[in-house]
């Protein structure tokens, strides 16, 4: 089975990875002209001119990047077949369209409007009360495009700076914390679902998440897993579907937003769950059986960002694993992870220590029950 995948960056390097035991060959579409995969064959494609030679070579079509025109993933499918689809896609490159699908689905929010002017926006500030946060509809990644609006003055600023027509504004969430969670469903409709992480996000970024999380209700995970059916059935879904929620005091869950693909906050899977989340994906999109989403450990992901620190030093680490992107160091650039495992949370919460102090840029792990 020869993969196409659009995109070609550390996504799709570690689902290769992953795909490999399988046999599975990967073509990678790049419309960057900036790839960072590093295996793979690799179709650069910046004039537009080599779709035809791409799908000609593979067998079916996956992405690591949501952020496509939609007619050209349209497109795609009268050719082969595209996990997950068009339509996913579709509502999920849009904030506008994942909210008012969350609604229909009544899964919960925060309160939000939608607006097309500076004026709207500082009425919307009034109405949702102060702080808000404003995020642009579209193109939005690593909290990019977005601004916080804590009085409605700010928000001429705030329209001037994110510079875009239309914008999605809700009410900043005085959330105890982030939390994602990860589903698959197979081509069959079967869906299995991953425990739940503690998602620490700095400036926007993802910086660790933990799982499974030691005080966590099984009502709570319950819950999420409900919303994520939901969505996987409403948009007869085939693949990884990431949930981005909230949890409040109350321990209520709101949804912030979703991507339709393995995500940041299932790289823990990779060595800490009996099945990755990358295999999984390659499992559903191919029709095979899905494989155990159990944790085997505790479990912390810890970004690389920016610099990388020395690897002999992390992996001198117990239980460390490093994966690295092979990618230039830059500023904000995601460059590599560091999964650690340990049998108890105690344990692991000093092994994410020791690991933050080898890394030059890493911020202070704080996790809500430590
Ligand atoms: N309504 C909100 N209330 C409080 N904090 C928020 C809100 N919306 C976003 N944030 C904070 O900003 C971060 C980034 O927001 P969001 O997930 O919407 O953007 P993004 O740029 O698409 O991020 P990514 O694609 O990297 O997940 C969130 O993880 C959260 O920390
Ligand atoms: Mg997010």
Known sequence: MNIGV?????????????????????????????????????????????????????DLVTYEFEHLPVPLVQAIEEHKPVYPSSEAIRVCQNR??????????????????????????????????????????????????????????????????????RLIVEAFVDFVREVSIIAVRGRDGEVVFYPMAENQHVDGILRYS???????????????????????????????LTLELFQTRDGALLANEMAPRVHNSGHWTMDGAVTSQFENHLRAIQGLPLGDTAARMPTCMVNVIGREGEAAELLALPDAHLHRYDKAERPGRKLAHVNLLAPTHDELLERVRACAALLPDAPAPRFSFD
């Not at 009425?123 to 939005?140: I, N, Q």
């Open 96 to 165: 506008a369209e994942e909210k008012a699908l969350f609604d229909r689905l009544a899964i919960p929010t925060p309160a939000y409007r939608l607006v097309e002017s500076a004026v709207e926006l500082e009425a919307a500030a009034r109405e949702l009360g102060t702080p808000v946060v404003a995020k642009s509809v579209t193109e939005g990644y690593d909290g990019k495009g977005q601004a916080v609006v804590k009085d409605p003055s700010e928000a001429v600023e705030a329209w001037r700076t994110i510079n875009h027509p």
């Open 210 to 240: 933990i799982a499974p999380m030691p005080d966590l209700d099984d009502g709570v995970q319950q819950t999420a897993d409900g919303y994520i059916r939901a969505l996987l059935d409403e948009l007869d879904y085939v693949g990884v």
């Open 6 to 58: 659009l995109g070609a960056g550390q996504l799709g390097r570690m689902l290769a990875l992953a795909g490999y035991p399988l046999a599975n060959r990967f073509t990678f579409l790049d419309t960057t002209g900036h790839p960072s995969v590093g295996i793979g064959e690799v179709i650069i494609d910046t004039d537009q001119k080599h779709l035809a030679s791409f799908l000609e070579q593979v």
